[in-house]
C-alpha cells in the first residue's frame, strides 16, 4: 500500500465480498429479506465482539432471476432495513457484502463479514458455491455486462486511472 | 459543469438522497445529470443500487477520492466532460471523505473542462448523534465533514421526535455557524425540493 487513506487516519476499515449461495427448497421475497436482514446484524455484531467501537455501514444486495434486494445496518440498536423484491422464488442468488466499520483491522472486519455471511446461510439450510472478493469480469457482476465491465475497465487502464484494477485479478 | 458533492459519515443516507436529487434534476428534461460514486471496499454496493433506478454511474474503486485517488477523481470528472457534457456532476464520496478536499480534487479537473463548483452538502445523521459526535477519532472526522459544509442536512428527521432534531440543530450550530441548515427525508421526500433549488442557484 502507497498512501494511507482517510479513513486509515480515523480508524476505519471496510471489506467487500461477493458469493453466490443455494438451496433445494426455493426462496421467497420475504425469506431473501429476512436471511439479508439477519445478515447484516450478525456481521455488525461479530464486529462488536472483535473490537470495534462504531459500525459505519454494513450493506448488501441480492441479485436474482426474478428481481434484486438491498439491506443495510448502522448498528445492533438501530436495527437492520431492507427493499426491493424478488417476484418469484429463486434457489440461488448472488449476495454482495460491505462492511465497513470503526475499531477494527480489515481482517479483522474480513473475519467478521465471512463468518457472518456462512453462519447466516448455514442456520437457513443455503450452501455457499462461489466467493469472490472483487466484482469485476465475471458472473459476480450484478448490473453492468461482462462486456460493459471489460470496456470500462480497459477504459480506466488506458487512463492509467485504476491503481488497484490489477490488483482485482486475484 | 457544476459538481455538487453530497458528503457526510457512513450510513446517513447519502445514496438515497443522491438517487431522488438525480432523479428529481434529470427528471425535469432540463439538466443532464452524471453521478460519480466513491466507496470503500471492494464491492460497489452503492453503485448498483444507482444503476438499477436507470441512471448511469461512474464507480471509483481503490481507494478515497479526497487523498489516496484523487487524481483518478480528477480523470473522471474530465471524462464525464469530454464524453457527455452533463450540466450537473453529483459526487458522494466515501462516508469519512473530507469535503474541502474533495472539492479541490474536483477543481483539478478544472484545468481541462469548464467546472463551476456547487455547494458541499453535508449529510448528519440525527439518528445518532452522540455516537458520532462524541467519540474520539470519529468525531473529529464527523465535526471536520460538518465545519467543511456549505449546506448541512439534517438526515433521516422522519425517524426522531422534532425534540431529537432540534438536539441536533443546536449541536452542530456550535461546530459551524455559516452553513445553511435543513431538514431532510430522502424517503418522504422533506427538504429534497429545497436542496434541488440551493443547487440550481448556488454561484461558485
Redesign the interface.
Known amino acids: 500500500m502507497a498512501e494511507k487513506g482517510c479513513y486509515s487516519e480515523h480508524g476505519v476499515s471496510g471489506y467487500g465480498v461477493a458469493v453466490k449461495v443455494s438451496r433445494a427448497e426455493p426462496m421467497d421475497d420475504a425469506f431473501i429479506k429476512g436471511l439479508c436482514e439477519e445478515l447484516m446484524l450478525s456481521v455488525a455484531r461479530k464486529c462488536m465482539e472483535l473490537g470495534a467501537r462504531c459500525i459505519g455501514h454494513i450493506k448488501s444486495h441480492v441479485k436474482t432471476q426474478w428481481g434484486t434486494i438491498k439491506a443495510d445496518t448502522i448498528g445492533i440498536s438501530h436495527g437492520a432495513y431492507s427493499g426491493g423484491r424478488v417476484e418469484r422464488p429463486v434457489g440461488e442468488f448472488y449476495l454482495a457484502v460491505n462492511s465497513i466499520v470503526q475499531g477494527i483491522k480489515e481482517d479483522v472486519v474480513k473475519a467478521a463479514t465471512l463468518e457472518g455471511i456462512h453462519e447466516t446461510v448455514a442456520e437457513r439450510g443455503l450452501v455457499v458455491e462461489k466467493e469472490k472478493e472483487h466484482s469485476y469480469f465475471d458472473e459476480f457482476d450484478f448490473v453492468a455486462s461482462k462486456q460493459e465491465y471489460i470496456r470500462k475497465l480497459e477504459e480506466q487502464l488506458g487512463e492509467g486511472s485504476s491503481p488497484k484494477a490489477g490488483e482485482n485479478d486475484r | 459543469m457544476k459538481i455538487t458533492q453530497i458528503a457526510g ?3 446517513c443516507g447519502k445514496t438515497t438522497l443522491i438517487l431522488a436529487l438525480a432523479k428529481h434534476l434529470a427528471g425535469s428534461g432540463q439538466h443532464k445529470v452524471a453521478l460519480v460514486v466513491n ?11 444507482i ?2 433506478s436507470g441512471l448511469r454511474v461512474k464507480d471509483i ?4 477520492i ?4 484523487a ?2 477523481f480528477a ?2 470528472l474530465y ?1 464525464l466532460y469530454k464524453e457527455f457534457r452533463p450540466d450537473h456532476v453529483l459526487v458522494e464520496p ?5 469535503p474541502h ?1 474533495v472539492k479541490l480534487a474536483a477543481r483539478m479537473a478544472g484545468r481541462d473542462a469548464r467546472v463551476s463548483m456547487g455547494p458541499a452538502i453535508v449529510l448528519f ?1 440525527t ?2 448523534p452522540a ?1 458520532l459526535l462524541d ?1 474520539e ?2 468525531g ?2 464527523v465535526v471536520t465533514q460538518l465545519e467543511d459544509a456549505d449546506i448541512i442536512a439534517i438526515s433521516k428527521v422522519d425517524c426522531v421526535e422534532k425534540s431529537a432534531v432540534e438536539e441536533s440543530r443546536l449541536r452542530i450550530r456550535q461546530i459551524n455557524e455559516r452553513a445553511e441548515l435543513l431538514g431532510l427525508s430522502s424517503f418522504t421526500g422533506f427538504g429534497v425540493e429545497q436542496l434541488i433549488e440551493r443547487i440550481l442557484n448556488w454561484k461558485d
Open positions: 459519515f457512513l450510513g466507496e470503500i471496499g471492494e464491492i460497489p454496493v452503492d453503485g448498483k443500487v444503476e438499477e474503486g481503490g481507494g478515497c479526497c487523498c489516496e485517488v487524481s483518478s480523470k473522471t471524462g466515501t462516508g469519512v471523505a473530507v478536499q445523521d439518528t445518532r455516537e467519540m477519532m470519529l473529529r472526522l
